[in-house]
C-alpha cells in the first residue's frame, strides 16, 4: 500500500478550495484546446475557401498575352512604347540550365535569399525587407520570387488586402506543384529588364549583345539590379543610378557567401568601365526608339512610382502627355546651335523647361543638348539636377521685400557694403561690372541684377523669409536656413531648372502656382480613366499685385539697360519678361522668364561642373531662350500682362522714391507703380536749398552777412553714398558751418572772445567757379584766437589728393592779399585753392575754392618742384548747433517693425547739372537716356585719384548686431568746405542699418548677373 504524503493542517482545511481550482482549470484547457481546433478549422477552411477562388496554377505556362504602354505627346504623337512580354518586346525563352548560376545567385541574393527553402511566402524576408529598409535606406523586395511570379501572370495588379491574400495563397499553391528551378526559370523567362528586353536573354542580348548562359559576374549583377525599377535603373539613360543598384546587389550576393566582399569593388569597377564606353552607348542607341527621351524617362518612373512597374510594363496604359513634340523639336534644333555658337567658351551642354503659367503643364523637357552624347553626360537630365541659380533666384527675394512693405519705387544704396559675420571675415559682395551705381530703386536694381542692392534686400528680409516664400513658389531645395547666409540671393543655393521655371510661372500667373505635371491623361487597357489633368487647381500663393509688380520690372527695357544694354536676347517681338543669371565661377548660365502664355527656363553649362569661359546667362543661355520663344509663339496670339486691381501708377522723384517737389528735376522723375494702399504720400527729401556762405562754400547758418550768402540746390546724398556722390563729380553741399556766420541761438559769451578776436576765415578773389589766368592775386581773410600761421596751397583738379604749397605765412590778414599765383606755370584746366590758418595748439579751420585756368597763348608745362604731400587738418572747434538745419534723405515708408536700408538710387555722369537717367516703367516711355548701356565707363571720373596718407578707420559694430558699415576713403569733398577733424585723425563716414542678421554665408564669393 504506497504511502500518502502527509497534508498539513491548513492545507487539508482548504482542500474544497483546491478541488474547485483543479475543476477550474480541467475546464479552461478543455475549452482552449476546443478554441484552438475552431481556430484551425476556420483557418483550413479560410483557406480552402481562397484557394478554391484562385487561378489555377496550370495558367502560369499558357496565360494570355499583355498589353503594352504607349507614351504620347499632347496631339497623340507616339514618343514610346513600353512593350510587355508578349506584345512586341524582345523575349526568348531558355531553360534553367542556360541560365548561369550567377545570374541565380544575384537574382535570389537580391530578390528572395530563401527562395529554396520557403514554401512561397516569406516572413522573415519581410522583416528582412523592412530592416535594410530603415536601417540603411536600401529597396530590397518584401515579396518572395514566387510571389512576383503570380502577381505578374496569374494576378490583377491593384494593391489590396484582399489581392495580397490572394498572391500569398496562390504562391504556396505554385510552389507545392512546381519544383523550384521550374519557378525561378519562369520568373528568370518572365520579369521585364528594361528597354524593351523581357526574359534575361532579351536583357543580355540587348545590352552585352550575348546570350545569357555567357554573362560574366559582373554583367549578370547589373541586370539583377534592373527589374526593381527598370526606368530609375536604366544604365542607358542614367548610368549613375545603374551603377548605385548594382553595388546593392553586389553587397547582397556577398552578405549570402556568393561571392567574396574583396570581388565587390572590383566587379563595379569593371561594369563602370563597361556601360561608359562607346559600344554599350551604340547598343542603347540602337535599341531604344524613343522621342524625347529625358522627358519620356521622367514620365516613366512617375508612372512608376504611382502604379508600379508591372502595371507600367504589362498593364496597357494609354498616357497621353503635356508634351508639344513640336516645341521639343524647336528646344532641341535651337540648343544645338547655341552649343556650336559658344563651343569656343567651352561651353557643351544646355537645358530647357516650357510649361504654360495658367495649368503648370510642362511643355517642353529638354534634358541635355544630346541624350546619346557621352562626353557630356547627356544621359543626366540637367532639368531635374541641382545647379547654382546666380542672380536668377532675385525676383523670390524681391517680392518677399514687397510683402514686407517695399516698392518697385524704394530706393537703395549700391555702394560698397561690408556686412561682418560673427567668426568670419566680412561679407563684401560685388557687382557684375565690379562697379558702384550710387542710389537707385529697387526696378533698376533687379531689372540691372545688381548685387549689393540684392544683399542689402535679403538682410532687410532675412533669409528665414526668403526661403519660406520660395517654398511658398515650388523650390523645394533650400533647407535649413542655418546653411544660408546673404548670398542666398546671389545664387548660394541649390535649385532644380524645372523647379524654378515653375516659380516663375507664378508670376505672369497673378501669383497662382499651377505645380508642374507631365500627363494630360492616362486610362487602363479597358479605357477606364486613371487621371484627368482638368482636376488640376492651382494655389494663390502671393498677392498678385507683387506679382505683377516683379513682371512690370522684369520686362522694362530702360531699367535694364544699365545693367544689359537695349540689346535684343532678353526682347521679344511681344511683350515678355525675362531675368537671368550667372554663377561667379562661370560654371552656370541661366535665363528665365516669358509671356502671360509661355514660361521658359534655360540652362546652359557643362555637365562635369568644369567652368567656361566668360559666358554670361545674358550670352549663354539669353539666346537660346530669345530664340525658341520667338519660334515656338510665332502665329499664336499676343497677350498683354493683365494688371490686377487696386493699383496706381504714381510720378516720384528718383533719388527718395518720393513725391517730386519743386527742386527734383523733371528729368529726375520717373512713374512707378504702387499697391493703392501704399502710394507715397510724403514730399521728395533728397533734392534741398542749402545756404552757403560764398566766401568759403560752407554752411550758411546763423547771421551771415546778407552779399555773401546764395541758395544751391544739391540732391542731398544719404552718408553711406556721399562719397560715391563726391567721386563721380555730383555736388554735395558742405557739411560745416562757416565761421563767418554767429548764430544767433546761441547766446554771444560776456566779454571778448580770447584775444579779442572772432574766428574767420573766406577767399574773396578769385571767386568759386571763376577763370583766371597769369598771375592772380588771392584775397581774403584769416584770422582766429591764438593765431599761428596760415597756409595757401594748389592742387589739379576738383578733389586733388596733392599740393602745391605757394604760402606759409605767420601773420593774420583781414580783407588783404594772402598770396600771388603765376597761372603760366600751369597747364589749363580745373584747380583748387585750399586755405587754412592754425592755432597755437594745431587746431585749424580750412576752406577751398574751384578756379579754371585758361591762359593764351598755350601755358608752359606744369611747375618742375615736386609736390610735396600734405595730410588734410581739421579744426577742432565747436560747431554752431544749426548745422542739424540740413536734412538727410530718409527712407521710402515701410512697416514699423523694421524699417529698411537706407533709401538711394543710381547718381548720373558727371554734368555741370547733377543727371540721373529716368527707368522707365514697364508700360510707359521713358527719358532718351534712360536707355544708355551702363557697361559703358563714365567719362566723370575725378582725375585725382591718390589716397590720403591717412588712413581711414571702419567703425567697429558688436557680433550680436552684425550691422553692415560703409567706409569712406578720407578724401576732400569737391566744395569749399570746413574739413572737421583734428590734424592727427582721419575722417570717416559711416551708416548703420538697423536689420540685423547671424547666419552665415555659405558661400563669399559673388554671383554675377
Known sequence: MPIKKAVPRRARWKGPLETLGMHALTVAGIVGIGTLCLLLVASIGVYTYFVSTLPSPDRLEGRSEAQSTKIMDRNGELLYEVFDANSG???????????????????????????????????????????????????????TITQQLVKKTLLTPEQTITRKIYEAFLAIEVTREYPKDKILEMYLNTIYYGNMAYGIEAASQTYFNKHAKDLTLAEASLLAGLPKAPATFDPCTDPSAALGRQRVVLNLMADANYISSGQVDA???????????????????????????????????????????????????????????????????????????????????????????????????????????????????????????????????????????????????????????????????????????????????????????????????????????????????????????????????????????????????????????????????????????????GTQVVDPRYAYQIVSILSDVSARAPGFGTGAALRLSRPAFAKTGTTDDWRDNWTLGG?????????????????????????????????????????????????????????????????????????????????????????????????????????AVGNCPPDTVEEKVFAVYPPEARQYAIDHNIPQPPTDPSPNCPNPVEPAPPGPTPGGINPSLGISTPGEGSTVNGTVTIRGTVQMPDFDHYTIQIGFGGDPQDWIQLVNAPNSIQNSTLATWDTTRFPDGSYTIRVAMYDHSGKNVAGRVHVTIANTPAPTARPTATPTRTSTPVPTLPRPSATATLRRPTNTPVPPTKPPPTATQKPPAATPKPHISTPTPWGHAGSPTAARDATTPSTSTPTATAPSTSTPTRTATTPSTSTPTRTATARATTQTVMEASTATASPVVTTTSTATFTSTATRTATPRQ
Request: hydrophobic fraction near 40%; proline fraction near 7%.
Open 595 to 699: 509671356t502671360p502664355d509661355l514660361v521658359t527656363g534655360v540652362w546652359v553649362g557643362n555637365s562635369d561642373n568644369t567652368p567656361m569661359e566668360h559666358s554670361s546667362g545674358i550670352t549663354g543661355a539669353a539666346p537660346l531662350w530669345h530664340n525658341f520663344m520667338e519660334r515656338v509663339t510665332a502665329g499664336t496670339p499676343v497677350h498683354d500682362f493683365v494688371e490686377p486691381p487696386g493699383m496706381q501708377w504714381v510720378e516720384v522723384c528718383n533719388e527718395s522714391g518720393l513725391l517730386p517737389t519743386d527742386l527734383c528735376p523733371p528729368d529726375h522723375r520717373h512713374k512707378d507703380i504702387f499697391l493703392t494702399e501704399r502710394v507715397p504720400t510724403q514730399p521728395d527729401n533728397v533734392w534741398q536749398k542749402i545756404r552757403i556762405d560764398k566766401t568759403n562754400n560752407l554752411v
Open 89 to 143: 518586346g524582345r523575349r526568348t525563352v531558355v531553360p534553367i540550365t542556360e541560365i548561369p548560376a550567377v545570374l541565380k545567385a544575384a537574382t535570389i541574393a537580391t530578390e528572395d535569399p530563401s527562395f529554396y527553402s520557403n514554401p512561397g511566402v516569406d516572413i522573415r524576408g519581410i522583416l528582412r525587407a523592412i530592416y535594410y529598409n530603415v536601417r540603411y535606406g536600401i529597396p530590397v523586395g518584401g515579396s
Open 267 to 537: 566587379t563595379a569597377a569593371e561594369t563602370a568601365q563597361e556601360i561608359k564606353s562607346d559600344t554599350f552607348s551604340q547598343r542603347c542607341r540602337q535599341g531604344v526608339g524613343i522621342k524625347a527621351p529625358h522627358f519620356v524617362t521622367f514620365v516613366r518612373e512617375l508612372l512608376e512610382e504611382q502604379y508600379g512597374p508591372e502595371v507600367v510594363y504589362a498593364g496597357g496604359l494609354n498616357v497621353t502627355t503635356t508634351l508639344d513634340m513640336k516645341m521639343q523639336k524647336v528646344a532641341e534644333e535651337e540648343a544645338q546651335k547655341q552649343i556650336a555658337a559658344l563651343k569656343a567658351q567651352h561651353v557643351t551642354n544646355a537645358a530647357l523647361v516650357a510649361i504654360d503659367p495658367k495649368t503648370g503643364q510642362i511643355l517642353a523637357m529638354l534634358g541635355s543638348a544630346d541624350f546619346f552624347d557621352k562626353k557630356i553626360d547627356g544621359q543626366v537630365n540637367v532639368a531635374l539636377q541641382l545647379r547654382q541659380p546666380g542672380s536668377s533666384i532675385k525676383p523670390i527675394n524681391y517680392v518677399a521685400a514687397f510683402e514686407k512693405g517695399w516698392s518697385p519705387a524704394t530706393v537703395l544704396a549700391d555702394v560698397t557694403t561690408h556686412f561682418p559675420i560673427q567668426g568670419h571675415p566680412d561679407y563684401v559682395p560685388h557687382n557684375y561690372d565690379m562697379r558702384e551705381h550710387g542710389l537707385v530703386p529697387v526696378r533698376t536694381a533687379l531689372a540691372s541684377s545688381f548685387n549689393i542692392p540684392a544683399v542689402k534686400t535679403l538682410q532687410y528680409v532675412t533669409v528665414p523669409t526668403m526661403i519660406d516664400m520660395a517654398k511658398r513658389f515650388g523650390i523645394t531645395t533650400f533647407k535649413d536656413p542655418k546653411n544660408y547666409g546673404l548670398a542666398l540671393t546671389l545664387g548660394g543655393g541649390d535649385v532644380e531648372l524645372l523647379e524654378l521655371t515653375s516659380a516663375y510661372a507664378v508670376f505672369p500667373n497673378q501669383g497662382i502656382r499651377m505645380a508642374p505635371i507631365p500627363f494630360l491623361k492616362i486610362t487602363d487597357s479597358t479605357g477606364r480613366v486613371l487621371y484627368d489633368a482638368r482636376s488640376q487647381k
